[in-house]
């Protein structure tokens, strides 16, 4: 009884008619693309196994890197391992910011000051120190940016390198001419860590057009992580031009190449020579609202940096920059990745479950 329950509810769930153009079935994807005892194979679900090994072998070289060359490179631009100022220790004070509160309000404050005989302000400067003492350090925050760098910048270009010779990023009319397709390598080795989240555009192999995407995503970010770098190495001409190139870079990619590019061909040239069928529109649905998300990520990129630079226009002026001008500037930086982060998971989230478009973004805080 069970057992034909479930195989039913799979049956619905899996219903070609929903997930398929009218002229394919999951027949045609379970055989092979090319001639007979040529070994080729359309994307199937136990191909997703193979991104656990594979992330944790992306991990291991993430550790090798940071230690033996991100770390070095630190040292060499005068990035000392020094964390913030450390507490002093208080087991009364530790046990209230370790099991009841980070941040005591008022009367927590006056009552810890009654019990240890401190002044309030001491209270509260020894909570900041707290705080900041988890933080991780400029060093550790440096070896981070350069990983992210050096793979978020390998990734793009990796893609650009194969999709060069690929018909269809020259001409996206080739994303649906054939359907289904014979290639998946690209689809299948970016952004592993999330590849769970797109099972179903990857069994559905809307291959192509995620290519696509994925690369135009991929075109920002090392940029961002290029500015964090120069800041933490105090070359803050450096910082802004990265950071002005970064907020080009992403708001043509997400509201001029992706509206013009991407949904003309997933909404008019697909529907001209495959048709729409059910899930059709739950994909373009989904790739209009991410449409609709990078407008509103971008406007707020935009205020949170004018805003962050107003800021520090008014309490640094040019004589006066330096160490100030260097906190302001790595505010925005944490402040835009914040955004930007959103952007990348929550907005392409909307998507993996479309075309098989990620991002793999979500990063330890820059605290």
Known sequence: MAAAAAAALRAWFWNERFWL??????????????????????????????????????????????????????????IQDSGPHRAQPNAILEKVFTSITKSPDGKRLEGLSKQLDWDVRKIQRWFRHRRNQDKPTTLTKFCESMWRFTYYLSIFFYGIRFLWTAPWFWDTRQCWYNYPFQDFLIMFVHHLATIGLITFSYMNNMVRVGTLVLCLHDASDFLLEAAKLANYAKYQRLCDAFFMLFGVVFIVTRLGIYPFWILNTTLFESWELIGPYPSWWLFNGLLVTLQILHIIWSSLIIRTAYKALVRG???????????????????????????????????????????????????????
């Open 21 to 78: 153009p009218h002229n394919v079935t999951w027949a045609d994807l379970a055989g092979e693309p090319g001639p007979p005892g040529s070994g080729l194979q359309y994307p199937r679900a136990g191909h997703v196994l193979s991104a656990f090994p594979l992330a944790l072998g992306i991990f291991a070289v993430r550790l090798l890197f940071e230690r033996f060359i991100a770390k070095p490179c630190a040292i060499n631009l005068g």
């Open 313 to 367: 226009k008014v309490q640094c002026p040019p004589a006066a920059l330096g160490a100030a001008g260097s906190k302001v500037r790595l505010d925005l930086l944490r402040k835009v990745q914040n955004l930007t982060y959103r952007s990348n998971s929550a907005g392409l989230a909307v998507s993996l479950l479309t075309k098989g478009i990620t991002l793999q973004r979500r990063s330890r805080s820059l605290g």
